[in-house]
């Protein structure tokens, strides 16, 4: 019996104004098999007793663990001074960013971060963000249904397995037709994406750096997809854009990805950041929030919501997203960040993580029994054939010190063997020697 009320007398009272006459009349519109099989709960505690407890469970998290973990969020450095800005009253706030009485400020920030993602991606438009690298992604491949009036969705088998379960359990209900390609640890199978390419799909989506960190240079999939009719989506390591060869210049109709990497805390998982940038050609079927620049009657410049995409914008069938809101706090991050850096800066950052992740490589490849998968560039992630389980192993590692990186064989049958490792600016020669002593202790004990 659940505790309600401190007599008799009161808990009568209570149950009568409900309508009921016992407690378990209170829960009867739930099957038994669905209730809980007691509602009996312990006595509150004190706030001393509570902060107790909590400090004891969190002492039992490895916050001094050297990480070597990626699979799409990474443990980048963070200026100071994101958290001292952000964290200011009148922007850590909880709002949702889409009614028309925006202050200006929270308004000339989203416009400055879409310049920023326009920038990195070299798009010419870019929404004030989605929920995360998973969710842009299905927005995108909705847009080029939208757009080309077809079904087919062509995904590469490099794509993040993280996304891919994202999108295809947002699609359940929907009759899209998904095809797939192999899963390689190299760069794109163009023979068999070329052969789903036709007059049916919608859209081709890649990953650049792969989930394996393998770069590539898909300009070749862009034209076929625009031979056939398709729009061709890219998803990118924003930090790697600063190096690498862009979604824009490759010809991608649409880019989106990750923002976590952009001066966001790992957080045990979130929350992220999505981002998206495409053609002005599809701003129209483009969902979110875009923020404009304009001037006012007497020409003055100002900020204002535009083109917005929801039912309640008197859009009703005719909307292109149902999002209710969006990410508008880490978008500002991200903002913060890269002003931070600036353009400079960001490649200084890049070209750390990818020379360190060499540098890694090289160190590994010294390891008896351990064997690199080197044979195509990669960004700040590779992945290695362990002589034991990689899930074993991280265990171990563990208990060493190091997050030793993503075991592969928990997405990818037949890969139980396969530690994918990333590098970040943030690792130092010294922890990457120590990482490579650790992992040979482990794997030649």
Known sequence: MTYIGNTDEQRKEMLERCGVSTVDDLFAAIP???????????????????????????????????SFLGGGYYDHFIPAAVDAIVGRGEFYTAYTPYQPELSQGTLQAMYEYQTHICRLTDMEVANASLYDGGTALYEAFQMAIAATGRRKVVVDGGVSPIYRKMIYSYATNLSIDFRDTLVLHGQTDRERLFDLIDDSTAAV?????????AIDD????????????????????????????????MGFDIATGEGQPLGIPLSFGGPYLGFMSTRKKLVRKMPGRIVGRTVDNKGKEGFVLTLQAREQHIRREKATSNICTNQALCALRA???????????????????????????????AIPGIEVMDSIPTFNEFSVRLPMDAGECVGLM????????????????????????????????????????????????
Do not use: W
């Open 335 to 365: 903002h913060v960040y890269l002003s931070l850096l600036g353009t400079e800066g960001l490649k200084e950052v890049a070209q750390l993580c990818l020379d360190k992740a060499e540098y890694a490589k090289e160190r590994l490849k």
């Open 398 to 445: 563990i208990e060493k010190g190091f997050a030793a990186g993503f075991p592969l064989g928990r997405y990818y049958s037949g890969m139980e063997n396969f530690l994918l490792v990333a590098v970040t600016e943030k690792r130092t020669k010294y922890e990457i020697g120590l990482f490579a002593e650790a992992l040979e202790d482990v794997v030649c004990r």
């Open 205 to 213: 989506i890649t990953q650049n750096p792969n989930f394996f960190g």
């Open 32 to 66: 038994a098999s669905l209730q809980p099989k007691s509602f009996s709960l312990p006595r509150g505690k004190s706030e001393l007793e509570v902060y107790s407890f909590f400090k004891k469970l969190a002492g039992q998290n490895y916050y001094d663990l050297v």
């Open 218 to 249: 898909h300009s070749d999939i862009v034209r076929r997809c625009h031979d056939n009719g398709a729009l061709a989506l890219q998803s990118v390591n924003p930090v790697a854009c600063a190096i690498l060869k862009t979604p824009g210049d």
